[in-house]
């Protein structure tokens, strides 16, 4: 035993001397809900790591639609699984130069997503549908559901029981796309840790190159429609001029592609160590106490970000394929919501139970926000199609 406690001591001297004095510290973890030993080998931070990576949850995710469909463009494209573990890489790159925990880092970015439908935004805007009247939908406080009660892992207790600063990253995850959710139990009104912070910013980093890199490999735009963005269109000019004159269109999208994601990273880095620094936050109170976020993009780079969100939402989000494919998605959330209210009784028995107490609109909403879309489309063909027995 106590062998293995000055391992873990060594462990966390070694985390300390690699990190800045805003960065979250494991040893000063605010600690889980339910109180368990300390680990030898991890942090607590990398122990959430773990805990996330093995649930079902995460596991789920392979076949949860990110932003295209999966009939809707074949098996190449991103998963909320694939982004994920985008976001996460991200994030640690970030934070390990920033001087920042990259273990909470990656344990945020992989459980940013629990709390997602099947079928992605169509999924969450027909699930928003159906609980308007029943306290609403919203995936961040979904996903705190998922980690504090709907996982089912350890006997006394629901839930992964993670730290409470992997829990308020996944509560206050804030994109253009995501709505904090002033939760009374992780200080609302307050901006979150910086390793939180630069987890929002690695998934708008994440799905901005990612969704340009899926729709050119879908064909829902080809190289020369990214004219439209000026700057991005420089890098696919520079990947092209640089090599051989019969040089194959796909590594000229990736070597354009790389460099994009290197102008975000570099820009991102160089904004947010400068914003820190005249800050004069010197601690992880500091942070929280601190009016406004701290990693973020220059202003320049922000318009120059906006120009691709708004390409991408004209060009890609609003095409044909994909509004035809996430409009039947959408009638399918909302048709097999509609059918378990009407029957109950189609649901697992312990889905069933829970009704009492928390009323059927909410357990339904957990049934279906945990499902893949093709578990989803199952059950719906299970429902209403006839010569489908279960």
């Known amino acids: 035993m106590a062998t293995m406690m000055r391992r873990r001591e060594q462990m966390l001297e070694q985390e300390e001397r690699h990190l800045a004095p805003y960065a979250a510290r494991s040893r000063a973890s605010e600690g889980r809900i339910h109180a368990v030993n300390p680990d030898p080998l991890r942090t607590d931070f990398q122990r959430d790591r773990d805990r996330i990576i093995h649930s079902s ?40 130069a920033l001087g920042l925990n990259t273990d909470l880092a990656e344990a945020i970015g992989l459980g940013h997503d629990l709390g997602h439908t099947p079928f992605g935004h169509a999924g969450e ?8 009247d029943h306290g609403g939908f919203e995936h ?39 709505t904090p959710d002033p939760h009374p139990g992780y200080k609302p009104g307050k901006p979150a840790s910086l390793e939180s912070q630069v987890c929002d910013l690695a998934d708008e980093i994440a799905y901005n190159n990612a969704d340009l890199d899926d ?28 090599g051989a004159s019969d040089i194959r269109d796909k590594f000229v999208k990736f070597r354009a592609l790389s460099k994009l994601y290197d102008a975000h990273v570099h820009d991102a880095l160089d ?14 109170e500091d942070v929280y106490n601190h009016s406004g976020r701290l990693v973020s993009f220059s202003p320049e780079f922000q318009a120059k970000v906006r120009a691709l969100k708004t390409f991408l939402m004209e060009r890609v989000y609003f095409h044909p394929r994909i509004l035809v ?12 919501f509609e059918n378990y209210l009407e029957n109950p ?17 909410q357990v339904i909403c957990d049934y279906i926000a945990g499902m893949t879309d093709r578990y989803l489309m199952e059950q719906y063909r299970a429902s209403f199609m006839p010569e489908v027995v279960r």
């Open 215 to 242: 729709a050119l490999k879908m064909g829902l735009i080809v190289e020369k429609d990214l004219q439209k963005v000026d700057w991005v269109w420089e890098f696919f000019e520079a990947a092209r001029s640089k």
């Open 271 to 284: 904004t947010s160590a400068k914003l820190i620094e005249e800050s004069g936050v010197q601690s992880l």
């Open 57 to 96: 949850a995460f596991r789920k995710l392979e076949f949860k639609t990110q932003v295209f469909v999966a009939h809707a463009g074949g098996d190449y494209h991103r998963t909320r699984l694939t982004h994920s573990l985008e976001v996460a890489q991200i994030a640690r790159t970030v934070c390990g």
């Open 345 to 361: 009784r189609q649901m697992p028995l312990k889905f069933q139970r829970r009704i009492p107490e928390e009323g059927a609109h």
């Open 325 to 336: 494919a996430t409009n039947k998605a959408r009638r399918f959330v909302l048709a097999l």
């Open 140 to 178: 961040n406080a979904q996903g705190l559901r998922v980690v504090e009660l709907l996982e089912e892992r350890y006997p006394n207790f629901p839930g992964l029981n993670l730290t409470y600063e992997v829990r308020e990253g996944i509560i206050k995850h804030d994109t253009d796309y995501d």
């Open 125 to 132: 805007e027909a699930m928003s549908e159906c609980m308007k």
